[in-house]
Structure formats: C-alpha cells, structure tokens
C-alpha cells in the first residue's frame, strides 16, 4: 500500500509522517479533537475516536494504519480493524494499554517484573500493601503516561487511591534504567538499536545516552529480551522496552507498542532510526541498517527548558527538534536534541 494511516497527532505520529514522507508514503493522521498535540503538515482530518463515520472515512483513505500511543479505545480498533490491517496488531496494543495485563503478558513469557498487586478499588489496597510491602508504587492501570497517575507509597499509612482501577508495584532497586528499541518486519525478521541508559526525573524521561555504558553480557540480554517479546507479540514495527537493570539481572519496567522517545538518539546515530525502522516495517519493506555510527546523548526540551534554545542553536554537533506546541507548559515535552558525541 502507499498511504499510511496514523492513529494520534503528537510529536511522535508527526515523525514517522516525515520518515514515511522520504520513503514516499502519503500518511494520513487520525488525531480526535480539536487541537492535535502538533500541528502535523500531512494530516488531512480530525475526527472524534467514537465517530463511526470519520473512523470509516480514515479506514477507507488508507491501506495500512498504525498509531503511534496505546491507549485507542478497543471499540475504535474493532471498527478499524474489520477495515484496514493494523500493524503493530491488536494483541500489542491491548496486552500494552493495560498495566495488569501487561505485566501478566510478560510473566507468563518468563521475564520478570516489579513485584505487583491487583487494586481494582480502595479497598482492595491495604490488601496490597500488606502483600507487596514498602516502597511501593501505585500505577493507574490504563492511561497513565510520563509518571501521571501514579502515587508512591513510603509507608503503608501514606497516600491514597487514585479513583481508577490500579496496581500496586513493588519498588525496584534499580542500578540503571535501559530500554531496548526493537523492530520487527512482516517477515519475522528482527533488528535492536543498541540500547540506552536512561535518567528519569519526576517521572519524566530526561536524557538518553548511547552507548549504555553497561557489561556487553547485560546489552545481549536486553536485546534477546526484547526480541522474544516482539516475537511472542508477533508484532510487526518498533517497540519500546523499558528495562530496570538489578544485580539479579533485567526486571521489564514496562512495554510501548510504538516507537519510543527514548529511541530519538537513532535520528542522529543511525542511517536508518526508528521512525524509518516502523514505517518499513508496517509497510512490508524489508527492516534498514539500524547500528550506531556515532555516540548521542538524547536530551528532552521539557516546559522551560525552551529559554536554552538560543544557545543549543549555536552548539556544535547538536540536532533539534521541535514539536510545534503552541504553547509551553511545564512538564509539556517541547522538543529534543541529539547531540553527537566525538
Ligand atoms: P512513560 O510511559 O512515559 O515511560 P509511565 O507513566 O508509564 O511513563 P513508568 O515507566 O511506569 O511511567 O514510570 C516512570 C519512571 O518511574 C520509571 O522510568 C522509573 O524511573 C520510575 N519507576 C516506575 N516504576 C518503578 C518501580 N516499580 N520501581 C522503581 N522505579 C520505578
Ligand atoms: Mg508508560
Ligand atoms: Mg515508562
């Protein structure tokens, strides 16, 4: 097919719209309501998710569709799905969309996991505490995204419910956190970026740096870790698995069915970077060269990390990338920077 369909006009649906753009690919995004998240030159429509027609509008201009956030309704997908393929498929975005059953998903697989209990409501969560003890972590099951949603519980007396169904996590005693961009082509074929040492701050992913740093027996791991994911999903595109690095080895943090902003460094250290990896996949080419040519640290511009932007207009060896938020609030994510380490 040659006009791809993208479910969510953020910044990350407006990336592979460029990616796609390159190999000659008309995308055409899907973005509900009325202010997309970035103002995306190739969208053609917005609509409502729970507007049958629109959705149906969108299915028939496109041949494939793909999204690039995992949290569209199941009813939409249902619809879409009797339409147009969806790539990565159903399976990805439903184990994905909720923190439970995600976590079931990759148990079941035989990877480990933070320690987690069910909080279906508030009284189910001294239950919880008892079982998986303090410093925990109570996660919105569904919908949460740069640390929203989530409350942290020093002590068994503290904090509250949030209201939605949860699950409590165990805290986990990371050394570092990586995350593995993997993709995976209609032929079952599969290629790793070289993972990345991730710093988190509130929440919020702050920097990438590659290379990780980390033993090459601990990148081996991550990578077959994340391949057997992808193949397990019989995915096909990018996906994003975030990792916690333990004494006890890789503990999964949790799995994105999308490329992943900690996979922004490939744009300036590979040929061919995750945006173009996903775009080929879903569109049955065969998977690019994704190995590193150069060292990147990955920096996010979030709320007033903007004032900096005249002087990483003038820094050496640094890529930017901006969104085109109208407007910056904090903790909105604004922009990146790629900058090329010698
Ligand atoms: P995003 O989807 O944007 O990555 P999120 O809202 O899904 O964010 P998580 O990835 O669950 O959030 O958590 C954000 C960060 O909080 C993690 O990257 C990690 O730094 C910390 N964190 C989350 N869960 C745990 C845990 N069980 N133990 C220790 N740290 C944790
Ligand atoms: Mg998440
Ligand atoms: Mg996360």
Redesign the pocket.
Known sequence: GSVIGILGGGQLGRMLSMAAARLGYLTHIYEPGAAPAAEVAYALTTAEYDDAEALRRFAGAVDVITYEFENVPAKSLDLLESLRPIRPNRRALSVSQDRLTEKQFLTGLGLRTAPFADVGDRDALPAALAEIGTPAILKTRRLG?D?KGQIRFSDAGQGDWTGAPSVLEGFVDFSAEISVIVARGMDGQVAAFDPGLNL?QG?I?RRTTVPCGLPASVVTDAVLLAARIAAALNYVGVMGV?LFVTDQGLIV??I?PRVHNSGHWTQAGCAVDQFEQHIRAIAGLPLGDGQRHADVVMENLIGDDMDRLPALLAAPDTQIHLYGKAEVRAGRKMGHVNRIVR
Do not use: D, K, R, W
Request: hydrophobic share 20%; aromatic share 12%; net charge negative.
């Open positions: 995204y640390g988190h929440g992913l975030e943090n949790e994105a």
